[in-house]
């Protein structure tokens, strides 16, 4: 009996260490990710630090943008997530000028309402117009993608933010494209990009796209994808 009592003690006690010792990992282990996530946003705001930058809510006013299968306006969903946008960078550092905050138009004629928009990029450190896709003839088409004009930063600026996009939804195998044909993009002259959200035609993205959660999800990698490009170019 006394064996089997020691034999019991020594076994509890093991128990005791393993169990003291595992606790003393996680802890540590959450330490050190807290540790590097305060780091990361240490970093990237001062990356922003003293950057202008331009969010644009995509259309607005006489133009809701793209229908969604159950009726939602890719303009709403558009200033919701360039206002949480705008709200990260500001708290990064960064000066901010949307280009509307409420469901107004700039110009009565589509082609001055967008030069009223490419404008305000006038001296700002880079332009981002926030928008919504749509392909009626496929359902099933979904995922947040970016594209360029015709330069080498807004290449760069364009794949750090589908990097850091791709991040939100595992499903989305989308890369930053070249797009040739855009007004707003070929007429501002700092670094641009116009980055689609997801598609309103999808009825799954649509829902997640209404979602306050997912449209914070999207703002903060727009911010930690432009911070990132802010340092990798070496400005910030
Ligand atoms: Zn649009």
């Known amino acids: ?4 009592g020691v034999f019991f003690a020594a076994y509890w006690r093991i128990k005791q260490i393993i ?3 595992l ?4 802890l540590l282990a959450g330490g050190l990710v807290y540790l590097d996530m305060t780091r990361t946003q240490n970093v990237i705001s001062w990356a922003m630090a003293g950057k202008t930058i331009v969010v644009d809510a995509g259309h607005g006013g006489y133009d809701p943008g793209v229908i969604g299968v159950s009726g939602s306006r890719e ?7 360039s206002a949480y946008l705008a709200e990260l960078l500001r708290g990064g550092g960064a000066t901010v000028l949307l280009t509307r905050t409420a469901d107004k138009e700039l110009a009565p004629i589509k082609r001055d309402d967008l030069t009223r928009r490419a404008a305000l990029a006038e001296g700002a450190d880079l332009f981002i117009s926030i928008h919504g896709n749509a392909y009626a003839a496929d359902c099933s088409q979904h995922g947040a993608q970016v594209f360029f004009g015709n330069d080498e930063q807004s290449k ?6 589908q990097v850091s996009l791709l991040r939100i939804d595992e499903t989305n195998k989308r890369v930053a494209l070249c797009h040739r044909d855009s007004f707003l993009l070929d007429n501002v002259d700092v670094p641009a990009v116009l980055c689609e959200l997801g598609f309103l035609s ?4 649509e829902q997640r796209l209404l979602s306050r959660e997912y449209q914070w999800q999207l703002a903060y990698s727009l911010y930690s994808g432009i911070g990132r490009w802010f340092i990798e170019q070496g400005n910030g």
């Open 75 to 81: 303009a709403d969903i558009n200033l919701a997530v």
């Open 202 to 205: 999808n009825a799954e993205e």
């Open 23 to 26: 606790l003393f990992v996680v």
């Open 156 to 161: 760069a600026l364009a794949g750090a933010l």
């Open 1 to 4: 009996m006394v064996v089997k």
């Open 19 to 21: 169990a003291v010792s």
